[in-house]
């Protein structure tokens, strides 16, 4: 196996960015709802106002995977946090070591930062996902439902 790298991204990984989420949506059985671009990605994540953060991994000189996140916050904590938005290795280069090379990037910068917390959302369907989660000693939080206002729904709300 080929040496692994965590790098942050940068505004001319960007095509890359968008060929992984697009991966990721193929994984994910979402495919049709991308409508992420190379401009949206460039002004949203690279312009005057990062929405979130990138980091990419590297198998040697192969772009293995990558994660995104932003800052959450926790009232009760009174601390930000890092909610992890998606990550994702390349079928291929599963089982390697890329995808927790990714998470203990991110864990260590949550502790850098002095966050309170990192957490995520996975499918229910995604049993492999999930199993890899609860052995890094994540907890699901089964009490939890998420909402969500998108779409026609967000612009009538």
Partial sequence: ??????VR???RDVPQILELIKGLAEY???SHVV??????????????????EVWMAFAGE??????????NYSTFLGK?????EDVFVKPHLRRKGIGMALLKKLAA???????????????????P???????????PLDEWTMFRLTGEALTNF
Avoid at 1 to 6: F, Q
Avoid at 62 to 71: D, I, P, S
Avoid at 109 to 127: I, T
Avoid at 129 to 139: D, E, R, T, W
């Fill in 1 to 6: 196996m080929a040496e692994i790298r965590i």
């Fill in 9 to 11: 991204a940068t505004e």
């Fill in 28 to 30: 994910e059985r979402l």
């Fill in 35 to 52: 409508e992420a671009t190379e401009d949206r990605l460039r002004k949203t994540l690279f312009g005057d106002r990062p929405a979130a």
């Fill in 62 to 71: 192969e772009c293995a995977g990558f994660a995104l996140f932003f800052t």
């Fill in 80 to 84: 930000p946090g890092l909610y992890l």
């Fill in 109 to 127: 910068l949550a502790r850098e930062r002095d966050y309170g917390r990192m957490e995520w959302s996975v499918l229910d369907w995604n049993q």
């Fill in 129 to 139: 996902a999930i199993n890899f989660y609860k052995k890094l000693g994540a907890v």
